[in-house]
Every structure is written in structure tokens, then in C-alpha cells.
């Protein structure tokens, strides 16, 4: 078993987790590949004999099992961006707050090799959206897609902006809002939610157009099939306006035409057995809290 180990930040008292995963991988003759950044930040804490590293653009391929993520959903989020289209299946373990892409809670570290190596998992396609412009955007390069959502939203103003919306050619509306999210079922449960989009079950084949503070009292959040080709234009009282994939920003003139799309590869995220989206959704976001139940 080969499995790639990510994250972002690592505090000491959490590098007792990154040491559960190593020797849990050790019981089984695994293999751990430490991203370079987050060895450094381990072996400042770890006497762990030498591990192999890997980065962005080097030392990832289809020889290893598993991605394992360490943090909170950002670092999830990040993480894609190095799995790419390799076809590496992901888990994230939760060393922040809610961790709702991150399902593993830290102190059950050892149950990613174990029930992994037991089968007891199946693996879940979530669709990605990618975006395409008429010129290249160099903030993006080739990482222009995202796992939660795409959103356009204003910049250096508290003025809304105005978001001029075509689904597969024809006009839909003019949103005027503070920005509008396009988001994957994957991140219905993100930013979407937040402004009062639908949870959407994680395999459905489904986007949902989810505008930020509309000032269009009528304008609701719209769910669409995701082989829509969804074009936007953005106008306002300022030159540009804000572009975001998950964690990544860029920002760009008012009136370049956005194509939005489902991209043509998927992110394969292990689903453990013990940890499904139906006991996330009722652990993470308290469903069914109800004294009555």
C-alpha cells in the first residue's frame, strides 16, 4: 500500500496523528510519500528516519493507493489541486473545525489503513467544474477547476455587481447580487448553503447557480443538469471583479466572457463504510437535533 500524505499547517500536538497514520501504514508493509512542505513541518517535531517527498509537479502517479489529507476542508480543497486528474482516490482526516469533506476525525487516524486494507470502503466520482475564458488566466493556469464551487463576486466595492447568466446559449437572467456561485454537489454543503443554496446528495449529476445577496428579491438558488454550459458576464460600477476556484483567486476586467463547465474528469474520494454523508450531514450539520427524535 502507497499512500501520499498532504497538509497545510501541522501543530505539535497533531503530529502524534501523522505518526498514528505512519506506523499504522507500517503494520500493513505500506508506503508513506510526504509532501515536501509538510515533511519539513513534521520532522521539526519528529526523529522519523528519512521519507520521501513529493510536490505539486513531481512524484505523484497512478502507483500510489491513496491521498490522505491532514486539516480541515481548505486543506481538502487544496489537495485536489495536487491529485489533479491522476485518478489517486482522496480521504481527509480533520485536524480543524467542522471537516465536512474531511471525514475522518484525528484520534481514528489508524481506521484510513485499516479499513481501507479490510475493503471496507467504496469509492464516490464527484464531478468538478472547470472554467474557460476567451484569453488565459495566468492566476489559474492549468489548475482551472474546483471541486466545491466557481464563484464571481465584486472587488474594491460595496456596490453589487451585475451577472449576466446564459445556460447552453440561452439568456436566463441578470443577477443583481453580490456575486453569483456555481457549485458542484460536492459544494452544496460549502459557500452554497451558506447563502441559502439546497444540499445536494454528493453522485447526483446536478449544479446549482446560487446568488450571493441578491437584490432581485425573487431570485433563488436554481438547480441545473451539469452538462450545462453556463456563460457569465460581469458588469459594475469598477474595472474588474473577483474569480474564485475553491481557494483559489483571480481577479478579472468586467465584461470577459466566462464559460463554466463540467469538467471531463472526476475526483475519486474514498467513502468509508463507517463514515457515509448521510452520518455527516446529521453529525456535522446537526440534522435531526430535535428533541422529538
Not at 154 to 177: C, H, P, Q
Request: glycine share 8%; hydrophobic share 40%; net charge negative.
Amino acid at each position: 500500500m502507497k499512500v501520499a500524505i498532504y497538509g497545510q499547517l501541522l501543530s505539535e500536538h497533531d503530529v502524534t496523528y501523522v505518526n498514528g497514520l505512519l506506523k499504522a501504514l507500517e503494520e500493513v508493509n505500506g508506503t508513506a510519500v510526504i509532501e515536501a512542505d509538510f515533511l519539513k513541518m513534521f520532522q521539526s517535531y519528529s526523529t522519523k528516519a528519512h521519507i520521501p517527498s513529493f510536490t505539486q509537479n513531481e512524484g505523484l502517479d497512478d502507483s500510489f493507493d491513496l491521498f490522505v489529507s491532514f486539516g480541515g476542508d481548505g486543506t481538502m480543497l487544496r489537495a485536489i489541486s495536487y491529485v489533479g486528474n491522476s485518478g489517486i482516490p482522496i480521504v481527509g482526516v480533520n485536524t480543524g473545525r467542522l471537516g465536512f469533506l474531511s471525514t475522518f476525525k484525528k484520534e481514528d487516524v489508524r481506521k484510513v489503513v485499516t479499513e481501507f486494507v479490510a475493503g471496507a470502503y467504496t469509492i464516490e466520482e464527484r464531478s468538478m467544474v472547470e472554467i474557460c475564458t476567451d484569453s488565459h488566466i495566468e492566476d489559474f493556469g492549468d489548475l482551472n477547476f474546483a471541486l466545491n464551487e466557481i464563484t464571481v463576486s465584486r472587488k474594491d466595492t460595496t456596490s453589487m455587481i451585475t451577472v449576466e447568466t446564459f445556460l447552453n446559449g440561452e439568456y436566463l437572467t441578470n443577477y443583481w447580487a453580490d456575486g453569483l456561485i456555481v457549485a458542484t454537489p460536492t459544494g452544496s454543503t460549502g459557500y452554497s448553503l451558506s447563502c441559502g443554496g439546497p444540499v445536494i446528495a454528493p453522485t447526483a449529476k446536478s449544479l446549482v447557480l446560487t446568488p450571493i445577496a441578491p437584490h432581485n428579491l425573487n431570485a433563488r438558488p436554481f438547480v441545473i443538469s451539469d452538462d450545462t454550459k453556463i456563460k457569465l458576464k460581469v458588469s459594475g460600477r469598477e474595472e474588474n471583479h473577483l474569480v474564485s476556484l475553491d481557494s483559489r483567486i483571480a481577479t478579472i476586467p468586467n465584461g470577459k466572457e466566462i464559460i463554466i463547465q463540467k469538467s471531463p474528469y472526476t475526483i475519486k474520494m474514498v467513502a468509508y463504510t463507517s463514515e457515509s454523508f448521510l452520518k455527516t450531514l446529521r453529525n456535522k450539520l446537526l440534522w435531526g437535533e430535535d428533541r422529538r427524535n
